[in-house]
Each structure stands twice: as structure tokens, then as C-alpha cells.
């Protein structure tokens, strides 16, 4: 079964100053895609990014980008020139691409961000 | 606008009454899904659908019951509902199951008493 790990419940960040969230993963499967959402106090889920597993090239949305390192199942997302609306709880998540069949999709238990003024 | 309706938004509710939570999407998409939301758990899966008449349970069915009889709508239902079942709950849609992008409602925060 996969697991989705965020190692940090809370990080807080320097408005215009750059922060990195981690998130690890543990899977058996080579292909799959892997998730960033951003949670605001609205309780919204937005998703921020995806990444393909298949793509070694790291996905970029504006101020949001990843470094996924498949062979440490690693996913960190980093946000630049941070905003005050980038506080939010951040959740990690893992889909498979299991064709035909159930795709289940694994959360992480959430970094909440505070960006500081 | 596309978008996942869930209602009621809020809801405080006795042990034992039976409840409904509606779901519906007007994106014509095939999968759709229940999570619900605990501090320090994350989103865990509860029930999803394939498409219409397929359903399946996800990590966390215990206690609730879901119907898909029209593409469009995915209630999730609370038969005897339990203080344990005290949680933020969320639909979600895609358009496939292969689909990346989910759509997720608004969210309904249910308090058993």
C-alpha cells in the first residue's frame, strides 16, 4: 500500500521569502502522478501542481515549482516570493495509474504555512 | 461554472439520526468520491464511483453507505451516525479515473452529539 509522508505539521515563512515543504512517499509502483493542494482557511482544496512520475523534468507554476527525486520518492514543493495568500494548509498526495481498475488516491497528513508580514 | 455542490455545509446532528450528505457535479465527470478530513490524518478515502451503479469502498467505509444512480449526484449517507463520525467531509469529482485534475466541493463540517 502507498504511504504519504509530511514530515512537518507547521512551517512558517518571511513574506517575498522563499519555503520548501517535503513530502516523501513510499510505493512499489514506476508509474503514478504525485500532488500538491492547498487547503485556505475557506477549507477549499485547490490544487497547486502535479507531476507525472514518468517526467523527470520538475513541474513549474509560477511562483510554485517541485523537486521530485523518483529514486529517493521524494516531492518537496517550493514557493517563491511568498504571498500572504500562499497561508494555507498544504497537503501532498499520491494517484495511481493503474489502468482499468480503482485509482486511489493517498493523502499526507498536512503542513500548515504561515507566511509572516 | 463547474463545479462540486455539497450541501448542507454545516450540520449538528443527534447519535442514532439518520442523515444525507449531497454531492452533485455538473461537469458530466465519471468519478466521484468522499473523503473526509481529521486533524493530523489528512484526507482519508471513504467510498468512490466509477460511474453510474459503481461504487466501492475506499480506506474508510465503516458506517456509511453512498448511491450513484445519476452521473451528476453521489450522496453519502450516515445510517446511525456515531460522535467517531465527528469529521470535515468532501466530494470530489473527475472527469476519468485516469483523470489527474479533481474537483473538490466545498466541504461539510458534521458534528455528532
Known amino acids: 500500500a502507498q504511504t504519504v509522508t509530511q514530515s512537518q505539521p507547521e512551517m512558517s515563512v518571511q513574506e517575498a521569502e522563499t519555503v520548501t515543504l517535503s513530502c516523501t512517499y513510499d510505493?512499489?509502483?514506476?508509474?503514478?502522478?504525485l500532488f500538491w493542494y492547498k487547503q485556505p482557511p475557506s477549507r477549499q482544496m485547490i490544487l497547486v501542481i502535479r507531476?507525472?512520475?514518468?517526467?523527470?523534468q520538475n513541474a513549474t507554476e509560477n511562483r510554485f515549482s517541485v523537486n521530485f527525486q523518483k529514486a529517493a520518492k521524494s516531492f518537496s514543493l517550493k514557493i517563491s516570493d511568498s504571498q500572504l495568500g500562499d497561508a494555507a494548509m498544504y497537503f501532498c498526495a499520491y494517484r495511481s495509474t493503474r489502468r482499468g481498475g480503482y485509482q486511489k488516491v493517498t493523502f499526507g497528513t498536512g503542513t500548515k504555512l504561515q507566511v509572516i508580514p | 461554472e463547474a463545479q462540486v455542490t455539497q450541501n448542507p455545509r454545516y450540520l449538528i446532528t443527534v447519535t442514532g439520526k439518520k442523515l444525507t450528505v449531497t454531492c452533485s457535479q455538473n461537469?458530466?465527470?465519471?468519478?466521484m468520491s468522499w473523503y473526509r478530513q481529521d486533524p493530523g490524518l489528512g484526507l482519508r478515502q471513504i467510498y468512490y464511483?466509477?460511474?453510474?451503479?459503481?461504487?466501492d469502498k475506499g480506506d474508510v467505509p465503516e458506517g456509511y453507505k453512498v448511491s450513484r444512480k445519476e452521473k451528476r449526484n453521489f450522496p453519502l449517507i450516515l445510517e446511525s451516525p456515531s460522535p467517531n463520525q465527528t469529521s470535515l467531509y468532501f466530494c470530489?469529482?473527475?472527469?476519468?479515473?485516469?483523470?489527474?485534475?479533481?474537483?473538490f466541493g466545498q466541504g461539510t463540517r458534521l458534528t455528532v452529539v
Open positions: 464511483s466509477m460511474n453510474v451503479e459503481v461504487t
Open positions: 461537469m458530466n465527470h465519471e468519478y
Open positions: 470530489a469529482s473527475s472527469l476519468t479515473p485516469m483523470n489527474t485534475e479533481a474537483f
Open positions: 510505493t512499489s509502483e514506476s508509474d503514478y502522478y
Open positions: 507531476q507525472e512520475a514518468y517526467k523527470q
